[in-house]
């Protein structure tokens, strides 16, 4: 069964585990690709036991009192996939969806999108099953305080670094930065990334994972001998991913000619003006009363005529069922997951070229890694520097793992994995192993 509805609803509550369709799993979606890498590398049985593994998986109860004077438990996870290269980093999410399968896909994806973008971190994610839409201010500060609290032994600077993620933004960071703080009884800034500005953020960071959709899409144009100027675009999802994508593609000179949220979505084959829709949802938090579009769902969406595709909403959009009928020539993955095992296979014998997540959406946790550094420094970059060294780092590593693919005749997705399980393989073979 599907997380998510054709319409792109959010179904109640996805299944448990084992009533995932084995395509649909997030861990076993991450994993077909792993052992497809693993073996192409031929890493040794030990090594590959060891990468399989999550280092450590925390199931914790979030009490809450809500506003009506109630008590609701919440249940968080988090999950510390791998720490070899440094320490753990990852998200935070706050969605129904939220499983621990779910967050032991993402602490994996985290592990290997680090390393392909060369950055001294590990890998991990964290999740609270919840509906941030039907809670008050209040309520949130609460079961954000609650949830850090709860995980307090894992966090740390040097140990494990959470940052944004489905749902949550810099309000949620703050409070887990003053949390923190407030049990080791001084500020630590450097716990947590994409902070408000103000308080040891970065310049950049918000528009970072969208700004490294834009570039890796570039070089992606550059490498089909495309040009950008007329490059149709259609967006998934518009959220802090899917908005800035389309807005810095837009000022690449490219026509997004449609965008959806998960109401569904509008499409205008001369091009939208992306900032006017930005301030539309904005003001109506709706996009279906837009003028002078056709309003599509997600699905049709997905199938337009188009030249890019940028799934940036969930995981699982792109399936057995729907990939076939893509018609895009470039996938540029803004989500963590979207695209499932099957789908791969599907896309790469249609030609399709398929900037993976952990390539195409790592200039989120780049520009966290650049935070990390700075509030360690105490010294703070202007964003012209920020957005220069993330350049610089997403078009080497889009470089790097085109070469990996043209070396060895595999997809971008499965290159993208080996440059990230050679390091981190190569990290395990140096520090040998404690028992
Ligand atoms: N949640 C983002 C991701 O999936 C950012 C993680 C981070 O900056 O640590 O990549």
Not at 138 to 154: D, K, Q
Not at 300 to 320: F, K
Request: hydrophobic share 40%; glycine share 8%; charged share 25%.
């Amino acid at each position: 069964m599907s997380n998510v509805t054709a319409s792109g609803h959010h179904a109640p509550i996805r299944p448990e585990r084992d009533t995932f369709l084995a395509d649909e799993n997030p861990f076993e979606a991450m994993m077909a690709r792993f052992d497809d890498a693993a073996q192409r590398l031929k890493l040794e049985p030990g090594l590959y036991k060891v990468l399989r593994s999550p280092e450590k998986q925390i199931i914790v109860s979030v009490p809450i009192l809500r506003d009506n004077g109630e008590v609701e438990v919440y249940t968080g996870y988090r999950v510390l996939y791998n720490t070899a290269r440094g320490p753990a980093k990852g998200g935070i999410r706050f969605d129904m969806g939220v499983t621990l399968d779910e967050v032991k896909a993402l602490a994996a994806w985290m592990t290997w999108k680090c390393a392909v973008v060369n950055i001294p971190f590990g890998g991990s994610k964290g999740g609270v099953i919840c509906d941030p839409s039907t809670m008050s201010n209040a309520e949130l500060e609460r079961m954000t305080r609650r949830y850090a609290s709860a995980i307090i032994e894992t966090l740390g600077p040097d140990s494990d670094v959470p940052a944004p993620d489905v749902n949550t933004n810099e309000r949620m960071m703050a409070w887990i930065m003053d949390t923190y703080s407030m049990h080791k009884r001084h500020t630590v800034t450097a716990v947590v990334t994409g902070k408000p500005i103000e308080m040891g953020g970065s310049l950049g960071r918000r528009e970072a994972t969208g700004r490294g959709c834009m570039l890796v899409t570039r070089e992606a144009l550059k490498k089909m001998g495309r040009p950008l100027k007329g490059t149709r675009v259609a967006v998934q999802g518009f959220g802090n991913v899917g908005s800035i994508s389309a807005l810095l593609m837009e000022r690449e000179g490219m026509t997004v000619v449609a965008v959806s949220d998960k109401e569904g979505g509008i499409y205008n084959p001369k091009g939208l003006n992306v900032p006017d829709v930005i301030q539309h949802l904005q003001a109506r938090k709706t996009l279906k009363t837009y003028p002078n579009v056709e309003i599509i769902t997600n699905e049709q969406l997905l199938a337009l005529d188009c030249d890019v595709l940028v799934p940036a909403a969930l995981e699982n959009v792109i399936t057995q069922e729907n990939a076939s009928r893509i018609k895009a020539k470039i996938i540029c993955e803004g989500a963590n997951g979207p695209t499932s095992a099957h789908a791969d296979k599907i896309l790469a014998e249609k030609g399709i070229l398929v900037i993976p997540d952990i390539l195409a959406n790592a200039g989120g946790v780049t520009v966290s890694y650049f935070e990390w550094v700075q509030d360690r420094g105490g010294y703070f970059w202007d964003e012209e520097t920020v957005n220069q060294r993330l350049e610089k780092i997403m078009v080497t590593s889009f470089q790097e793992v085109a070469a990996m693919a043209d070396r060895h005749s595999v997809t971008m997705r499965i290159a993208a994995y080996m440059v990230a399980i050679d390091r981190v393989a190569k990290v395990h073979r140096l520090r040998g192993m404690y028992a």
